[in-house]
């Protein structure tokens, strides 16, 4: 079946670095993919929708700036966490979407602990 | 924009018991989707519902896409301890849109050995 990648699964970084999160959809292409971020105990939170060969679109609140999305193929986005702080610490998760079922898949998650 | 509505938050159970949620939403939805969540993992698709009224199982998970096309619920039979984990119920904010989803809050599920 369909399969989301989402690497690293877990990150440490100091205060200040960048960190970058990959999702590569492995069978199938993906012109659209999605960023969630999830709180401990909290439903996903969509962050942004990535877009290949255009810019992101990004959800109410979300900074796009300290948030940067890049879709450059039609299986990758990366999502960059700019001058993490420990505030961004969180569990990052992909999707992509199979259109001929109208469903996502989903990464693994990628856990950032910023110390 | 659409709102989906999950229950139970949580729920306890013996190793054997059955186990029922469900979702409702104000708006029709034309998809239901249901996802397992385990601890530090990303969401798995369990299953996927199309039409209103149908029922569909994956082994001991069945799930209805109800007649209203506002509410589904997904059932659990004879629960075993690796059924633990959150799940979540999910369908299209924009039906034909660039597949955007909203989620339920989760139900919580923990099975007592």
């Known amino acids: 079946g369909a399969v989301v990648s989402q690497h690293p699964s877990w990150v440490i970084c100091k205060s200040g670095t960048s960190v970058k999160i990959e999702c590569r959809s492995l069978d199938f292409q993906a012109t659209t993919m999605f960023w969630y971020r999830q709180f401990p105990k909290q439903s996903l939170m969509l962050m942004a929708t990535?877009?290949?060969?255009?810019?992101?679109?990004?959800e109410q609140g979300v900074e796009k700036d300290k948030f940067l999305i890049n879709h450059a193929s039609l299986t990758l986005s990366t999502l960059t966490v700019t001058s993490a702080h420990p505030e961004d610490s969180s569990f990052y998760i992909c999707?992509?979407?199979?259109?001929?079922?109208?469903?996502?898949?989903f990464g693994a998650g990628t856990r950032l602990s910023v110390l | 924009g659409q709102q989906l509505n999950q229950s139970p938050q949580s729920m306890f159970i013996q190793e054997g018991e059955d186990v029922s949620m469900n979702c409702t939403s104000s708006s029709i939805f034309n998809t239901w989707l249901w996802y397992k969540q385990d601890p530090g993992e990303g969401p798995v698709l369990l299953i996927a519902l199309y039409k209103a009224g149908e029922l569909t199982s994956n082994g001991r998970l069945t799930a209805q896409f109800g007649i209203t096309r506002k509410d589904s619920f997904l059932n659990i039979s004879a629960s075993i301890p690796s059924d633990v984990g959150i799940y979540f119920c999910?369908?299209?904010?924009?039906?034909?849109?660039?597949?955007?989803?909203?989620f339920g809050k989760g139900t919580l599920l923990t099975v007592n050995p």
């Open positions: 999707s992509a979407p199979l259109a001929s079922r109208d469903i996502q898949y």
């Open positions: 990535s877009n290949e060969g255009s810019k992101a679109t990004y």
């Open positions: 999910a369908g299209p904010i924009n039906p034909g849109s660039n597949y955007k989803l909203t």
